[in-house]
Every structure is written in C-alpha cells, then in structure tokens.
C-alpha cells in the first residue's frame, strides 16, 4: 500500500506516494544499504580476513571478538532494513535509481568517516593497524571516506534538481530507472 506524504507542501493523490516522499524513502533505503554494506566489507576485510584489528581492542581478545560480533549483528540489521525498504519501494514502483545510489554513497561514505575520525581517532576503539606508521592508513581511509560522502551529496543534490526539472516539463522522475 503507497502512502501519501505527510507535513508541508501539496499532498500526493490517494493510494500514490509523493515525489518528495519517495525520494526520501529512496535516500533512506541507500543509507542503511550503505551503512550496512561498507560495515560488512570493513568486518569481512579488515577483522576476519587480515585481523588487523576488532572492534573494540581496548581489552581482551575474547572481548574483541564479541564486540565484532556486534558490529556485524548492527550491519546486518542496518543490511536487511534497507533491503526492506528497497522491496517496498519496488512493489509501490517508486523505486529512484538515483536518489537510491546517492543514498548508498551518503551512508558508505558516512560510516567511513565516522569509523575514521571518531571510533579510531576520538574514542580510540581501535586503530586501522598495528605496528606501522598509521599516517598513509588514515589518509587513505579518510580521503575514500570524504569520497563517497561527497559523491552522495553531489548525487543527492543532482537527483533533486532532476526531478526538479522533471516537474516543470510534466514528466515523472520516479518513474524513470536513474
């Protein structure tokens, strides 16, 4: 069942979403699709794989490892929500491409970030690696991080605009793939 938009500015008809709704839905969707995919490689990859480090690597292992079982618990919640909000938006045939897309980026590149700055560097929970000059490390994960944040903002701005000038041309942008 679509739902109309709530709060300021003209309503959707009945039984549609709105296109300020939908591509809210749309950005939302990515972000957690994003949140939860990138914190699932940085698991995959950098606990598992390389064992560079855990979560929280403040104290035992033993206490590493629950703690990245946590972190891997909040990436598949984060995971699985988006992918819910993505089949409601197929099956209401809101689906944006892009507006999903730039969603994603956002949320990458926000967690990204997040994990750089204030898990690594503010809080101290851990570091990228051990026993090596962390400077390249930082920069690298930082500047892919501010990367993708700003390919999520660009994006974000560039599908309002779309729809946008979808609007005063009388087209639907929902409607189309991207």
């Known amino acids: 069942m679509a739902r109309a ?7 959707a008809p009945p039984g549609e979403v709105s296109g300020y709704d939908r591509r809210g839905r749309n950005l939302a969707a990515g972000v957690l699709l ?3 995919t990138v914190a699932f490689l940085d698991e995959a990859v950098f606990h598992q794989l390389l064992h560079w480090h855990h979560f929280y ?3 035992t292992t033993a206490v590493g490892l629950v703690s ?3 972190f891997h618990a909040f990436s598949w919640f984060a995971t699985v929500a988006g992918f819910f909000l993505v089949a409601a938006l197929h099956r209401e ?7 999903f897309a730039s969603g994603w980026l956002t949320g990458a590149g926000f967690f990204q970030l997040y994990d750089g700055l204030v898990q690594h560097k503010l809080m101290g929970l851990h570091q990228i690696r051990y026993g090596v000059d962390l400077l390249p490390y930082d920069l690298v994960w930082n500047a892919i991080a501010a990367l993708l944040l700003l390919a999520g903002i660009v994006g974000w701005v560039l599908t309002g605009r779309a729809r946008a000038a979808a609007r005063r ?4 942008p929902a409607r ?3």
């Not at 938009?5 to 309503?11: I, L, T, V």
């Not at 041309?169 to 639907?172: D, L, R, Y």
């Open 169 to 172: 041309s009388g087209a639907s």
């Open 176 to 178: 189309r793939a991207g």
């Open 93 to 99: 045939r809101a689906f944006w491409a892009g507006a």
């Open 57 to 59: 690597d403040r104290s």
């Open 68 to 70: 990245d079982g946590l």
């Open 5 to 11: 938009r709530s709060g300021p500015g003209p309503a």
């Open 34 to 36: 994003g949140l939860g």
